[in-house]
């Protein structure tokens, strides 16, 4: 049961602020290809999907500092969230961040960029996102670039257009081209030590058939484009709902490794991808944890 299985997931934690490329699996471990130690992920989740295209923050401190206070923090990982549209159509990704702010009358947030990130404006948004990726790099902190919707936006509601493939937005053809330019883009990038192929799958349209048949594309577009990067995965439900691997685990063929669960036959990591709490204390409401599985 998927219960039983969530007793096994184990906090992920900090090793060192160094990243080892590339990673692999071993059974429910993440482990470092070339010695076969253990490698413990610390992730914080940075947004960079909404509608600006632009890592948030970049307003209010340089880009060296927010990335300095994550090593600080202890964290070795960034799960650095990026939309598909900004890599697939060119009136998003290749316009400039100027521009961007303009449009949006983000006045404010463009004065805060001037003072804090001024190279960042006249760059384009594929070029800001790269400099992001850049100094995370710089300062020995691993890389998830974790495809987070396709239309620039907020995350999540099943009803968005962006919750499931052959939703409004969600066209699988776009989306698997956005996953090809990327691992193809980031693949000499050593601090990018994984790619997660789409945040908290959702919506009405969801089916489990969709689900392996586009997963499976999906895995094997960024397998070929990158053989070195791990591979996430989510599940149904946002992100939630895993049960159905243990009836028909994936059987892609990477590197003799398959997708499950954390125990029973051939298990694999389990990673809690987004958890905390609503630090205005104005939610009242049960929170969520969404999972993702590595391949």
């Known amino acids: 049961m998927l219960e039983k299985s969530l007793q096994a997931i184990f906090l992920l934690s900090l ?20 010695t076969g130690q253990r490698v413990k992920l610390a992730c914080v989740n940075w947004p960079a999907h909404l509608q600006p295209m632009l890592a948030e923050g970049l307003d209010k401190k340089p880009l060296g500092e927010i990335v300095a206070a994550v090593v600080k923090m202890h964290f070795n990982c960034v799960r650095l969230t990026w939309s598909t549209f900004m890599f697939t159509r060119p009136n998003y990704g290749h316009i400039s961040v100027s521009q961007t702010l303009d449009s949006l009358d983000l006045k404010e947030a463009k004065q805060g960029i001037s003072k804090n990130n001024p190279f960042i404006l006249n760059m384009t948004h594929i070029q800001a996102y790269e400099a992001v990726v850049g ?9 998830l670039l974790d495809n987070h919707i396709s239309k620039p936006d907020w995350c999540c509601s099943n009803t968005d257009g962006n919750g499931f493939f052959g939703d409004r937005y969600f066209d699988p053809n776009e989306w698997m081209k956005g996953l090809s330019f990327v691992a193809d883009r980031f693949k000499e990038k050593r601090q990018v030590v994984a790619i997660s192929l789409r945040n908290e799958l959702r919506g009405p349209r969801q089916n489990e058939p969709d689900w392996y048949k586009y ?3 999906g895995a094997r577009v960024v397998h070929k484009r990158n053989p070195h990067v791990l591979v996430f995965v989510s599940g149904l439900n946002f992100d939630l709902d895993l049960r159905f691997l243990q009836k028909s685990p994936l059987a892609l063929d990477l590197d003799n490794k398959a997708v499950f669960l954390t125990t029973r036959k051939n298990p694999a990591p389990l990673v809690l991808s987004e958890f905390g709490f609503d630090q205005r204390e104005t939610w009242t409401g049960p929170y969520g944890l969404s999972k993702e599985a590595i391949i």
Do not use: D, H
Request: glycine share 6%.
């Open 15 to 34: 090793v060192s602020f160094t990243y080892s490329f590339p990673l692999s699996t071993n059974k429910r471990w993440i482990i470092n290809a070339s």
């Open 135 to 143: 100094e995370l790099g710089a300062q020995g902190i691993m890389v």
């Open 215 to 217: 997963i499976s594309e």
